[in-house]
T-cell receptor
Framework: GQSLEQPSEVTAVEGAIVQINCTYQ??????LSWYQQHDGGAPTFLSY????GLEETGRFSSFLSRSDSYGYLLLQELQMKDSASYFC?????????FGGGTRVLVKP | DSGVTQTPKHLITATGQRVTLRCSPR?????VYWYQQSLDQGLQFLIQ???????AKGNILERFSAQQFPDLHSELNLSSLELGDSALYFC???????????????FGEGSRLTVL
């Protein structure tokens, strides 16, 4: 089964804040990345956490807690264009393994 | 535009056939990764090459094989195709070998394979 767990779907309105949680279980873990994928498109890199704490990039922030094997992606001031799937991905060994993805639907 | 080029964009073929998907990484990137994404599914890691050598292997079927050539382009060969092989196949590239890097991969637009 998946070594990364994230919710399958989240719905929110424009301007709201959404937090997508991701838990992982792999040994040899280096860091956690987040990717965005619009329908029919290619995944694009959003952020990476190699150390514990918060990384902020504009409206998006990502957090990692190694002791809890947990991270999250925070989407603030949601816009319609943020409707997409969001994947957490763990870097372990030579692999980047993706979670199943969270579909975010932004409503007016 | 990520700088990663995949061909063909679309491919329709029959069960039992063999196809080859091609990927050109970003200029300067030494690592190439292949992922499979079935309808409404996540990205399943298949295989990674670094500077011509296989570096990591995921859930890649024995019917599938890949290689990275001296010019760093890569090919994914899918043989004895089955209906369940229909999927979007992504290639991605990165500068680093995968160990301890930032986890930033640059993805191509994918090759959509339909097996009838």
């Amino acid at each position: 089964g998946q070594s990364l767990e994230q919710p399958s779907e989240v719905t929110a309105v424009e301007g709201a804040i959404v937090q997508i949680n991701c838990t992982y279980q792999t040994s040899g873990f280096y860091g956690l990345s987040w990717y965005q994928q619009h329908d029919g498109g290619a995944p694009t890199f959003l952020s990476y956490n190699g150390l514990d704490g918060l990384e902020e990039t504009g409206r998006f922030s990502s957090f990692l807690s190694r002791s809890d094997s947990y991270g999250y992606l925070l989407l603030q001031e949601l816009q319609m264009k943020d409707s997409a799937s969001y994947f957490c991905a763990e870097a372990a060994g030579n692999k980047l393994t993706f979670g199943g993805g969270t579909r975010v639907l932004v409503k007016p | 535009d990520s700088g990663v080029t995949q061909t063909p964009k679309h491919l329709i073929t029959a069960t039992g056939q063999r196809v080859t998907l091609r990927c050109s990484p970003r200029s300067g990137d030494l690592s190439v990764y292949w992922y499979q994404q079935s309808l409404d599914q996540g990205l399943q890691f298949l295989i990674q090459y670094y500077n011509g050598e296989e570096r990591a292997k995921g859930n890649i079927l024995e019917r599938f094989s890949a290689q990275q050539f001296p010019d760093l382009h890569s090919e994914l060969n899918l043989s004895s195709l089955e209906l369940g092989d229909s999927a979007l196949y992504f290639c991605a590239s990165s500068v680093a070998s995968g160990q301890g890097d930032t986890g930033e991969l640059f993805f191509g637009e994918g090759s959509r394979l339909t097996v009838l």
